[in-house]
């Protein structure tokens, strides 16, 4: 969601200006080791929320944040991606189905209210039911009773969801339809969060002051569309007790804006500087620029409702076409690093990565490429039309990887940028794609189930393809029911292997990179697989 | 007089009826269905979908719906967006900041360009009318955010005069730069305008009388040339106000200010139908209001000219 993109070239010969005047700028100014103010506060790069700050009803990035920092659910990550207790003293299941939560005691709302096995079932009850719609009711979907409390249509039949039962005051118990195995994981969702008493009386206002049990809460009003002040919560009874005095999330426009107050001191973190920085901002920032992969892929996917991809030859020509595209290079030249040459759809960060799903599909080599797509009988059409959205970051990787297919593949490529990601999003849902679009997933968790099941699996929500295939899917119910989650990500990454090697709907391309920077204000400023700064690590020097 | 402004007053009626009807539509016309895109990349889930399509309306037909909306403003009501927040909460935020924003920058093009234009115009063919001719020919043909960007980099970046971005919008110092860029592109128009007219005026037979009765030359600058010359600029001042207001939107994404140009495009992107409408709706009002207000100036400018 960007502004007027004609924009970008002046901003490019800035950069170019820039470079010449910042030789040798950003030697010796992250000094990681200056006196630190417990109580400074930071600036955070960040977009105005789209919708007020309710965990259930907050599915964008610009509200994301704001609820990661203000509340706390059961479990989270660390920055090594690995699950970890938080609200939660212990979550024990032995069948992947049937949960028993005990809380840890002591845990505070911001407005001194006590934590509860209610302050959970309540919110997850309220969020659930279909007369208040909430955007992400549907992540409720596994627990018994959903269908009850949110039918497809009319009036719900039932006001709370029979899988949940609160048995003492710091311990319930969570009932799936079917086992799933990473519940654990998904359980940290936003969606997921406590909620105070407080909300039921007045949920609109609520929205506008959001009441928490996180480590920071909510300084003043939110003023929108500049900022959201937040400022460490003395009662905050988690492991991560904030490092700084809170964070200020600032709302901007334009990412070149944003990018111009980072370089200059004005904004303290952003976790993604705008691509046409990309090949610059090192030079503008010196050690303070981060580049680092996080839980995000680009692809590019097929309609397998179209009866000529659907044929089962074609296979062979979707294979083709991936080897003829020269990855590694793309990443390093047209892209300048910004992303990484994929070898399967799951990213390196995220657990339960193998390596090499993709296998020598994945690799470059025009003379394996032509010689299968011809051997898969060419591409429909004779023309590959490559649909993406003009309004993200896609044109550079876009147009290399279609210049690929032509000269390496030998098939004519064109590109048909739609304007904005709505727009390429309603032809994409409403099936009316005719050739290969791009297919990017961020992940909602760092697990490979996530990646796999969230879109190859048959009807899955994200499913653009209409990819079904009974294997594949057995293979995935089977990693769900699994008793460990080390069996589980067995499983999921044989499904991948399967996915791609015999299938292949979606070509995997590229790992995502966030380029962060920070200013000269803040130090220990780290990123997870989220790509999101450890907020409260952050140090504020004095 | 009062007859004139009681008709023109009344011909913003369907004026108004006309255009929120337009808008309305055009809105509707998007592509992309504005509620599923609230679920983002994920797939909407129906029954929520259909709660919420209810909820604004948007089950209804056309027609219905904007007479709901129509039926709603005449009680004050300005509907509501699609991120549940009222609409004239949404604008109330983005006028106050956009007003003081085209306020500065329609001030700095009044007085630097009128008496720009009039120096020059006075002057023609020396050194500072070709100084200014020059710059202003610069400033057309240069794109308003190359102006924006290359300000920005030099006051904000390079020389640290300026912060890069606006901090407060209720700053008016830090709006100044932002308001120079914004008004740069009309402010070479006035200065041409009130060059190419006050040159000619001074050639004029009531002016040559004017010196010829002795009249001190303040008088005779000051009130027969000025009062003659500045007519077209008045009109071009007039429906610059509203462009001012409503055209914001790349000096808006420079130096990040949170107005209506940007509202109104995020508003358009989301195809958020009622907030679309207000906005266009009081930016019409305004063009309306001072095309009005040109008009009646031109009665105080020209007394020959008289309204019924």
Redesign the interface.
Known sequence: ?R??K??TW??GA?AV??TA?ACGGGGNDSDDNAAVNPDGTYTYYNVEP???IIPSNT??VGGGYIVKNLFRGLVDFDEKSKLRLVAAESIDTTDNQTFKVKLKPGWKFHNGEAQTASSFVDAWNWAAN??N???N??WFEPIKGYDEV????GDPKAEKLEGLKVTSDLEFTIELKKPVSTFKEQLFYDVFSPLPKAFYKDT?AF?EHPIGNGPYQQDGDWQ???EFKTKKFADYKGDDKPKNGGVVFK????D???Y??L??D?LDIMYQVPNSMAGQYQNDLGKRAISQMFGGNTNISFPLYEAEWAKPEKVKVRQGLSMAIDRETIAKTALKGSKDAADGYTPKVVEGYQGGACGEFCKFDPAKAKELIKAGGGVPGNKITLTYNADGANKEWADAVCNDIRQNGGVECVTDPKP?F??A??DI?ERRMKSAFRMAWVQDFPNIQNFISAQYRTKA??NDMEFSDKAVDELMDKADASKTIEESNKLYAEAEKKIIQEQMPSIPLFFDHTLAGYSKKVQNVKFDSFRQAIWTDVEVKK | MGRFVARRLLQMIPVFIGTTLLIFLMVYSL???PI????????A????V???RH?YGLDKSLLEQYWNYISGLFQGDFGQSF???PVA??MS??FPVTIRLALLAFGFEVIVGIALGVLTGMRRGKFLDQFVLVLTLLVISVPV??IG??T??LL???W?VI???V?D?ENLGQLMIPAIVLAALSLAYVIRLTRTTVGENLRADYIRTAVAKGLPRKRVVGVHLMRNSLIPVVTFLGTDLGLLMGGA??T?????I?GVG??L??AI???EGPTVVGIVTVLVLVYLLTSLLVDLLYAVLDPRIRYA
């Open positions: 969601m502004g007027a004609s924009a002046v901003a800035i200006a820039l005047t789209q919708n007020p599915n964008e279909a007369k719609k909430q955007l009711a549907s949110h039918p497809a249509e609109k929205g929108h569309k500049v709302f901007y426009n334009k070149d804006a944003a111009n107050d370089v200059s004005k904005t709505q727009q999003r309603a849902t929500g994200a | 592509p992309g269905d599923k895109s609230l679920f983002g990349p994920k797939a889930d129906p029954a929520t259909a709660r919420l909820e991120t549940g927040r909460d949404l935020e983005a955010f190359v960007y290359v920005q980099f904000g970046l390079k640290k912060t890069p971005t901090q919008s939107i790349v808006e994404g420079i130096f990040n949170q940007f509202t495009f995020k992107q989301t195809s």
